[in-house]
């Protein structure tokens, strides 16, 4: 079955630096969709791209979805503590398919 | 509004209890899901409802049974359950388009003692 693999597990940065989530499916997507999870709460979407090679940002946050439609990024800029928690992304293997693979999640501590 | 809504936040019952979790959405989406997920791990799919017909069925053991009365509501009737089955229940929902963002509701928390 299709899998998305999620790295890293744990990222630890000072508040401020930039923080990067590398997800890969092994099979091709047609659409990645991200969600953050905070301590205690539940996921929260985020966003969702659909088109090969595409980028999308909000705010400090930049996603980018590989040209093959099996990769994707998450990149923040300047970590503050109000990035903290776990994101997750998930993928749809098909049109018309409703059923996300999401992968194991990051979790992301900043330090102040 | 993109609100799903869970009731109760926290549930703790005995492994000879019978009780259920409710979740209503108001969004008009036709897709409804149930997922469990265990702490440090992501929300594992355990049914889906689609147009209130019952989809997806993952496996899940019978001590677990869904019912979807209307396509605002999904309620998860819980019965003999294991303290393994302690978890964060989460229900979400989609529009049914094919290019599914799936909208999570806050889940409900269980402990099965």
């Known amino acids: 079955g299709q899998q998305v693999m999620q790295i890293p597990q744990y990222q630890h940065v000072q508040e401020g630096e930039d923080f990067t989530t590398y997800c890969n499916s092994s099979?091709?997507?047609?659409?990645i969709q991200w969600y953050k999870q905070r301590p205690g709460g539940h996921p929260v979407f985020l966003i969702q791209?659909?088109?090969?090679?595409e980028v999308k940002k909000q705010k400090r946050l930049t996603f980018q979805f590989g040209e093959a439609k099996k990769n994707s990024s998450l990149h923040i800029t300047a970590t503050q503590t109000t990035d903290v928690g776990t994101y997750f992304c998930?993928?749809?293997?098909?049109?018309?398919?409703?059923?996300?693979?999401f992968g194991k999640g990051t979790k992301l501590s900043v330090i102040p | 509004d993109t609100e799903v809504t869970q009731t109760p936040k926290h549930l703790v019952m005995g492994m000879t209890n019978k009780k259920s979790l409710k979740c209503e959405q108001h969004?008009?989406?036709?897709?409804m899901y149930w997922y469990k997920q265990k702490a440090k791990k992501p929300p594992e799919l355990m049914f889906v409802?689609?147009?209130?017909?019952?989809?997806i069925n993952e496996s899940v053991p019978s001590r677990f049974s869904p019912e979807c009365p209307n396509s605002s509501l999904l309620n998860l009737h819980l019965h003999a359950l294991q303290p393994e089955d302690s978890a964060l229940y989460l229900c979400?929902?989609?529009?049914?388009?094919?290019?599914?963002?799936?909208?999570f509701g806050p889940g409900t928390r269980l402990l099965v003692l």
């Open positions: 979400a929902s989609s529009q049914l388009t094919g290019q599914e963002t799936q909208y």
């Open positions: 099979t091709t997507l047609s659409n």
């Open positions: 791209l659909v088109k090969s090679g």
């Open positions: 998930a993928g749809l293997s098909g049109a018309g398919s409703y059923q996300l693979t």
């Open positions: 969004m008009g989406h036709r897709a």
């Open positions: 409802y689609s147009y209130e017909k019952l989809s």
